[in-house]
């Protein structure tokens, strides 16, 4: 079992930079992949990003190209740098963890997700 803690979430306004961190409870193995997603209230959720974690390839949805970025931090943290926040980006954001190297299937595990506000 991994549990995993997100935290950095807030109320921005438009154009506002947010931070989000997720912790592992342990080192994320290698063949392992870190996503980040997020549900706006009334949608479905929506993958925003995800990382591999041995060949640290990364995907990120059209929708954030060029205004986030996931990083790791260290063993057990992951990053998800949010700037140019727009309204739309408005949503709780869930981090997630998944053995293997397809960083597009299910994830296994899930934290309790962090409230992203961007309003004026």
């Known amino acids: 079992q991994v549990q995993l803690v997100e935290s950095g979430g807030g109320s921005v306004q438009p154009g506002g930079s947010l931070r989000l961190s997720c912790v592992a409870s342990?080192?994320?193995?290698?063949?392992?992949?870190v996503g980040w997603f997020r549900q706006a209230l009334g949608k479905e959720r929506e993958r925003v990003a995800h990382?591999?974690?041995?060949?640290?390839?990364i995907y990120y949805a059209d929708s954030v190209k060029g205004r986030f970025t996931i990083s790791q931090w260290n063993a057990n943290t992951m990053y998800l740098q949010m700037n140019s926040l727009k309204p739309e980006d408005t949503a709780m954001y869930y981090c997630?963890?998944?053995?293997?190297?397809?960083?597009?299937?299910?994830?296994?595990?899930w934290g309790q997700g962090t409230q992203v506000t961007v309003s004026s």
């Open positions: 342990r080192s994320y193995y290698v063949r392992s992949c």
């Open positions: 990382i591999y974690i041995a060949g640290g390839s």
């Open positions: 997630a963890y998944k053995l293997g190297a397809d960083c597009t299937g299910d994830y296994q595990f």
